[in-house]
């Protein structure tokens, strides 16, 4: 799996139990039904982007293309306006507008940086990317 093929990257199912022995997620709003980690969850045709995220525990690992700024930009909103808490699997892009945007300095977030690369799916090779998770802290 290389990023110029495709956009998606399942995340591994152990290092979601983790997350989600710790956050309790409710909702994944980037999913498909072979691939989805809650049982509430939006597929590409339901557009998470323009779903309401409301008072959930949302876990969300979006396409990572170009698209990603607007799934953080979304997080950020959800979080803020809707008081979901929001915890995101992204690569870590500390270079980017949608990280000074969205996550750097905010009082709000949390940022986990993972040590070594993550295996995506069935991947045998690891990410060709660093990569973190971001927590959008309710109050």
Known sequence: MFSSQTDQWATPQDFFDKLNEEFHFT?????DEFNHKCDKYYTEEQDGLIQS???ETVFCNPPYGREIGKWVEKAYAENLVGGALV?????ARTDTK???DYIYNKPN???RFIKGRLKFGNSKNSAPFPSMV??????
């Open 27 to 31: 909702l994944d709003p980037c999913a």
């Open 53 to 55: 995220w409301e008072k």
């Open 87 to 91: 915890v995101m699997l992204i690569p």
């Open 98 to 100: 949608w990280f000074h």
């Open 109 to 111: 977030v949390e940022i």
């Open 134 to 139: 971001v927590v959008f802290k309710t109050k």
